[in-house]
């Protein structure tokens, strides 16, 4: 089992930024690739990016520019840098893992995830 805990949500304008953060714990952190995806009000969960344990990246579209993934392997931590947000980046945030069982580059299916943290939300005023 993997548990995995968010924190640094929060309420920012547009234009700003924010870091979410996410420990992992109940695993060799170099067995798990880590995830973020989100979820608007009324929308289904979507996939914002992830990194392997060698820091392959994945990233959605609509942030790529924008977002940036890193993980701290000594701290078993992977966080999300946010920059330049807009409105229609408010959601809850969440974490998700996966033990890593082979390809390059990291998967970027909800299904594909095992392990969810509890979400932290993150709302940007106009």
């Known amino acids: 089992q993997v548990q995995l805990v968010e924190s640094g949500g929060g309420s920012v304008q547009a234009g700003g930024s924010l870091r979410l953060s996410c420990a992992a714990s109940?695993?060799?952190?170099?067995?798990?690739?880590m995830g973020w995806f989100r979820q608007a009000p009324g929308q289904e969960r979507e996939f914002v990016g992830a990194?392997?344990?060698?820091?392959?990246?994945s990233y959605e579209d609509s942030v790529k520019s924008r977002f940036a993934i890193s993980r701290d392997n000594t701290e078993n931590t992977v966080y999300l840098q946010m920059n330049s947000l807009k409105p229609e980046d408010t959601a809850v945030y969440y974490c998700?893992?996966?033990?890593?069982?082979?390809?390059?580059?990291?998967?970027?299916?909800?299904?594909?995830?095992?392990?969810w943290g509890q979400g932290t939300q993150v709302t940007v005023s106009s």
């Open positions: 109940g695993r060799t952190f170099s067995d798990i690739t």
């Open positions: 990194i392997t344990w060698g820091s392959i990246r």
């Open positions: 998700a893992a996966y033990v890593y069982s082979g390809g390059f580059r990291p998967r970027i299916r909800e299904y594909e995830y095992e392990y």
